[in-house]
């Protein structure tokens, strides 16, 4: 990898800190199967002028897909050239002819790019059969235009500003709540086995990759993203949230509570607490609590976007034929009966 291509991969990560390669290697790192391979795939005219796809590559079904988990909540390739279309063409063409893959899949993106609309339009010229869009999840932001917390508590709903006063007074009104929020140092090591003892006691399922989070964490503190806030009751710890702070956005990347102390409100008291440090504190302009169409989400913000993906199929080889078929079978019965197609 040459300068020209780290430094693309640098701006990229001033627009998102997925897209950067610090939190890509930690993906790769931490959070693939066995049977798969990251790989960043390179297709370049001159030393500058280049597309760089990140991709993990799976040897058992030969699928070829984004590098991005259920973790993720944003995807791009790096483009840094004016002429896209004909270097996705050739990537494209390498994945079906040379590396022979039976599928793609590329998630989760912004519908509305114009990187997007370039992936969508290359797939259909390329060795690829049945390319189609797909929803993955809602996006839930709030653009703050200056506000202070106070200003943004104000315009929520009398329901959560009263059940936030309520809640908080409740919680730290006596000795027995404490809110605590880390940024690294010293007590880092000892903030994420907290983190991870909530996780586990929460409703949320398993974590597949068990070093994803505690690497991520790690390296969020080493380069100043990191707000991890936990809070304890009687001394325990029993709500934890991981929010990254980056280039004047909060992403609410994770959260957790202990079901037992679910009669506390440790999540919103927490949530109300995030909010007024990373908005008076940090100042950020937005905040955005990343994947997931989840109710209590609107109440804290303003407004809501879509993330989709992407879809092909190699009908070169036998399984990216079958499963071509297969969705066109499934697409027609749905067009008889009238249904929108998935």
Same mark, same amino acid.
């Given at each position: 990898?040459?300068?020209?291509?780290?430094?693309?991969?640098?701006?990229?990560?001033?627009?998102?800190?997925?897209?950067?390669?610090?939190?890509?290697?930690?993906?790769?790192?931490?959070?693939?199967?066995?049977?798969?391979?990251?790989?960043?795939?390179?297709?370049?005219?001159?030393?500058?002028?280049?597309?760089?796809?990140?991709?993990?590559?799976?040897?058992?079904?030969?699928?070829?897909?984004?590098?991005?988990?259920?973790?993720?909540?944003?995807?791009?390739?790096?483009?840094?050239?004016?002429?896209?279309?004909? /270097? *996705?063409?050739?990537?494209?063409? #390498?994945?079906?002819? @040379?590396?022979?893959? !039976?599928?793609?899949?590329?998630? =989760?993106?912004?519908?509305?790019?114009?990187?997007?609309?370039?992936?969508?339009?290359?797939?259909?010229?390329?060795?690829?059969?049945?390319?189609?869009?797909?929803?993955?999840?809602?996006?839930?932001?709030?653009?703050?235009?200056?506000?202070?917390?106070?200003?943004?508590?104000?315009?929520?709903?009398?329901?959560?500003?009263?059940?936030?006063?309520?809640?908080?007074?409740?919680?730290?009104?006596?000795?027995?709540?404490?809110?605590?929020?880390?940024?690294?140092?010293?007590?880092?090591?000892?903030?994420?086995?907290?983190?991870?003892?909530?996780?586990?006691?929460?409703?949320?399922?398993?974590?597949?990759?068990?070093?994803?989070?505690?690497? /991520? *964490?790690?390296?969020?503190?080493? #380069?100043?993203?990191? @707000?991890?806030?936990? !809070?304890?009751?009687?001394?325990? =710890?029993?709500?934890?949230?991981?929010?990254?702070?980056?280039?004047?956005?909060?992403?609410?990347?994770?959260?957790?509570?202990?079901?037992?102390?679910?009669?506390?409100?440790?999540?919103?008291?927490?949530?109300?607490?995030?909010?007024?440090?990373?908005?008076?504190?940090?100042?950020?302009?937005?905040?955005?609590?990343?994947?997931?169409?989840?109710?209590?989400?609107?109440?804290?913000?303003?407004?809501?976007?879509?993330?989709?993906?992407?879809?092909?199929?190699?009908?070169?080889?036998?399984?990216?034929?079958?499963?071509?078929?297969?969705?066109?079978?499934?697409?027609?019965?749905?067009?008889?009966?009238?249904?929108?197609?998935?």
């Amino acid at each position: 990898m040459n300068d020209f291509v780290r430094s693309a991969f640098s701006e990229y990560e001033q627009r998102d800190l997925q897209f950067g390669l610090n939190w890509l290697r930690n993906l790769a790192g931490t959070a693939l199967d066995s049977t798969e391979t990251a790989v960043i795939l390179i297709a370049r005219m001159a030393p500058d002028d280049f597309i760089a796809l990140p991709l993990k590559l799976n040897s058992r079904n030969r699928s070829a897909s984004s590098l991005s988990t259920f973790y993720s909540s944003n995807y791009s390739p790096v483009v840094h050239t004016p002429r896209p279309a004909i /270097l *996705l063409h050739a990537l494209f063409q #390498h994945l079906a002819r @040379r590396e022979k893959m !039976a599928t793609i899949t590329i998630s =989760p993106m912004d519908s509305a790019s114009p990187i997007f609309a370039q992936l969508k339009d290359a797939l259909n010229r390329s060795d690829w059969n049945g390319v189609h869009s797909f929803f993955c999840f809602g996006n839930w932001i709030h653009d703050l235009g200056g506000d202070s917390y106070q200003n943004y508590l104000a315009a929520r709903s009398s329901r959560l500003r009263n059940t936030v006063a309520r809640r908080t007074r409740k919680f730290v009104g006596s000795e027995h709540g404490k809110l605590a929020l880390i940024t690294g140092g010293n007590n880092l090591e000892q903030a994420i086995e907290q983190f991870i003892s909530i996780y586990n006691q929460s409703w949320k399922r398993q974590e597949p990759f068990p070093e994803f989070i505690p690497q /991520l *964490l790690r390296l969020a503190a080493t #380069h100043g993203w990191l @707000r991890l806030g936990i !809070a304890s009751h009687e001394g325990k =710890p029993i709500a934890g949230q991981i929010w990254f702070v980056w280039q004047g956005t909060a992403y609410i990347f994770k959260l957790a509570y202990h079901e037992e102390y679910k009669h506390l409100s440790p999540g919103t008291v927490l949530t109300a607490f995030m909010m007024e440090h990373v908005i008076d504190r940090d100042g950020v302009s937005r905040i955005d609590y990343l994947s997931g169409d989840d109710a209590y989400k609107k109440d804290w913000m303003s407004s809501r976007g879509e993330k989709h993906g992407l879809a092909a199929y190699n009908i070169r080889s036998l399984r990216g034929s079958a499963m071509f078929l297969a969705r066109a079978a499934n697409t027609f019965v749905k067009k008889v009966a009238g249904k929108k197609p998935a």
